[in-house]
């Protein structure tokens, strides 16, 4: 089943914060945060596992609640190379395949 | 290094022909996936491969089927393409990135079918 995302779209400017969020129905092993550009393939951007570890960009932070199945991507004092389709991924067991959601489109503008 | 290759880049279909999308992952990687993208819809899965000689449905198998011809290769066949199949596919390998199992995606095969 596919995880929630919100909200679909955000429009910014330049050094504006966003929070993007993901909720799931099903209790999760890991979130996945991937980020699309126009006409390219998505590109990894952070992990988020069980138990509080979580793995990626220098400049991205991610929240994981476990016990809501909910995960927030914030993107602080954004540039516009932030701009794209970001997609969270979950993963309901170690191994198990991702399963991703909408997608939220994040513009950003000087 | 050139990660995950898909071809063809772009192809033009017939209702009812047949083809088949490659996929090579030179990581030695051992998941590999195909995922298909709709405006819209995100990234939808369509069957996986969690190792070598093993494949799984995903979200949407239906008019589709796959091969895990060895641990380098995935293929992707549609045998009698319709127009809801107009989509772009991805193509991704599963594998350590800075301590965890990540995709790495190849980048897309758009395919139309008229």
């Known amino acids: 089943q596919q995880p929630v995302q919100s909200p679909q779209a955000v429009i910014l400017r330049e050094g504006e914060d966003a929070v993007i969020n993901c909720s799931s129905s099903k209790a999760l092993y890991s979130v996945h945060w991937y980020r699309q550009k126009h006409g390219e393939a998505p590109v990894f951007l952070m992990i988020l596992l069980k138990g509080g570890e979580q793995k990626g960009h220098e400049k991205i932070s991610a929240s994981f609640n476990e016990k809501k199945q909910q995960s927030s991507l914030y993107l602080t004092a954004s540039q516009l190379s932030y701009s794209g389709t970001y997609f969270c991924g979950t993963e309901s067991q170690a191994g198990t395949a991702l399963i991703f959601g909408k997608g939220t489109t994040l513009s950003v503008s000087s | 290094n050139a990660g995950v290759t898909q071809t063809p880049k772009f192809q033009v279909l017939k209702t009812g022909q047949s083809m088949t999308l490659q996929c090579a992952q030179d990581?030695?990687?051992?998941?590999m996936y195909w995922y298909r993208q709709d405006p819209g819809m995100g990234l939808r899965l369509i069957y996986y491969?969690?190792?070598?000689?093993?494949?799984d449905k995903g979200e949407v198998p239906n008019g589709y089927n796959v091969s895990r011809l060895n641990k380098r290769e995935f293929s992707l066949r549609l045998e009698s393409a319709a127009p809801s199949q107009t989509s772009v596919y991805f193509c991704?390998?599963?594998?350590?990135?800075?301590?965890?199992?990540?995709?790495?995606f190849g980048a897309g095969s758009r395919l139309t079918v008229l």
């Open positions: 990581m030695n990687h051992n998941s």
């Open positions: 491969s969690a190792s070598e000689g093993t494949t």
């Open positions: 991704a390998s599963r594998g350590g990135h800075s301590g965890a199992n990540v995709l790495t």
